[in-house]
DNA sequence: ATAATAGGCAACCAAAAGGTTGCATGTCAA
DNA sequence: TTGACATGCAACCTTTTGGTTGCCTATTAT
């Protein structure tokens, strides 16, 4: 889980998670695409979404067709996120009482 | 948001929100404790986490409290976690038929 | 066959991240 | 009021990260 946060942690990777969620499937030059970057650093950028298994790819003769897998991210939302959201409410009425009690 | 998930890549900096989940309001020293780290490496992580707005702090005399901010982890979860979900299925099944395909 | 295309590999580099030590400051208690 | 305690600030160091350039390999199209 560590590897998926910091995988996510970079915008150019959540960016070509984003491109790949509107179009699935693509090569590694259709996602260098307008990118500021060379294709090897794509490739690299892949390569950490791929060891955090954010990606799968597929070869197709001389071609590498990239694959989101959502499976991750939605383990973020179900085990991390979650445990946060029980007990929001609680913790913000704490932190307004005690902001309050500043002024005491 | 980018600092959010900035923040979230760390998983020392993980483990402060946890604790803070579990034990809401720790100064700077109860949250030392059990680390293998220095004070002044916690104060940094903190800091982090105050900048992405994911903790608050309450200066009280000498001490300094700190209260975990769930809003942001709520955020990654709404605006960024659900956009992935959307289309989950629809993204496994179209792999599922790629991966198929291999064998023709 | 051969040129163009798609991608892989490795060395290198600058900047950022994560951590340390040392010292300074503000607050509380005796 | 003075010592102990809680935290702040800054310089410094090492490793990781994000990126580059240069060259190599495999596949496809002509």
């Excluded at 560590?2 to 030059?29: C, I, M, P, Y």
């Excluded at 970057?37 to 597929?58: S, W």
Aim: aromatic share 4%; glycine share 6%; charged share 30%.
């Amino acid at each position: 889980m560590n590897e998926v946060f910091k995988a996510l942690a970079d915008a150019s990777r959540r960016s070509l998670l984003d491109r790949l969620h509107a179009k699935n499937g693509q090569t590694l030059n259709e996602l260098c695409d307008g990118l500021a970057m060379t294709r090897q650093a794509v490739t690299k950028h892949l390569g950490i979404l791929e060891a955090a298994n954010l990606v799968t790819t597929l070869r197709h003769g001389r071609e590498k067709l990239h694959y989101i897998n959502p499976v991750p991210i939605h383990q973020i939302g179900e085990r991390w996120i979650k445990k946060f959201e029980r007990g929001k409410l609680a913790a913000l009425s704490e932190l307004k009482r005690q902001l309050e009690k500043r002024d005491e």
